[in-house]
């Protein structure tokens, strides 16, 4: 069965500090990864997807993830936070139907 | 582009009653899925709707039900709600196959007193 895993709950960085938030999956198949940014009482926003190809994807608002299928990974990064990335950030790998599932989320507080 | 319309943004009900959301896919997409966002949950796949027919579902009672007409927008309903029911409801459209991301609307507040 599909699943991921988000480990960190909540994490806190300084402005200007770098960032990667982990996600690690379970999935038979090659995977479909995504990452999604959702800010309080909105939707959620793509940042970034993997399907195939180049394991290194880049993202909006600076962001990029590696896809390591040896460690089931698909960690989240950026290399200087801005405040205005404070928000909750949901991984997500497709399912063999067009449904999605997510992980329990990363809450990012960022402090001047 | 318009994105994802979600309407309305607040709901709140009594248990026994019955609620109707609505979404608004992006033009052109022709898959529609809905999600319930608790805290406790997290987000869970309600299900998806494509031409008109349902496509996947989810691990949800029969309470939850759905549909979409055929200009593609969605409606999905809730008979006899409970307080377990007050989430976030999220909608998110996608051109049509499984491959295609999903775009998601703003969500509609539900909130079961």
């Known amino acids: 069965a599909q699943s991921v895993t988000q480990p960190d709950i909540h994490i806190t960085v300084s402005e200007g500090a770098s960032l990667e938030l982990r996600c690690n999956y379970s999935?038979?198949?090659?995977?479909?990864l995504f990452w999604y940014v959702q800010s309080p009482g909105q939707g959620l926003q793509l940042l970034l997807k993997?399907?195939?190809?180049?394991?290194l994807v880049q993202g909006i608002k600076g962001f990029e993830a590696e896809f390591k299928r040896s460690q089931s990974s698909f960690n989240l990064r950026k290399p200087s936070v801005h405040w205005s990335d404070a928000a909750e950030y949901f991984c997500?790998?497709?399912?063999?139907?067009?449904?999605?599932?997510f992980g329990t989320g990363t809450r990012l507080t960022v402090i001047p | 582009k318009a994105g994802v319309t979600q309407t309305p943004r607040y709901l709140i009900k009594t248990r026994g009653q019955q609620v109707t959301l609505s979404c608004s896919p992006i033009s052109g997409h022709r898959s529609v899925s809905w999600y319930q966002q608790t805290p406790g949950q997290g987000l869970q796949f309600l299900f998806e709707?494509?031409?008109?027919?349902?496509?996947n579902k989810g691990n949800f009672p029969g309470r939850f039900s759905g549909r979409q007409f055929s200009n593609s927008r969605s409606e999905m309903n809730v008979s006899t709600l409970e307080l377990g029911d007050s989430a976030l409801y999220l909608c998110?459209?996608?051109?049509?196959?499984?491959?295609?991301?999903?775009?998601f609307g703003p969500g509609t507040r539900l909130t079961v007193l």
């Open positions: 993997y399907f195939s190809g180049d394991t």
């Open positions: 998110a459209s996608s051109p049509a196959l499984s491959t295609d991301t999903q775009y």
């Open positions: 709707y494509f031409s008109e027919t349902q496509r």
């Open positions: 997500a790998v497709q399912g063999g139907a067009n449904n999605l599932f």
């Open positions: 999935y038979g198949a090659t995977p479909y």
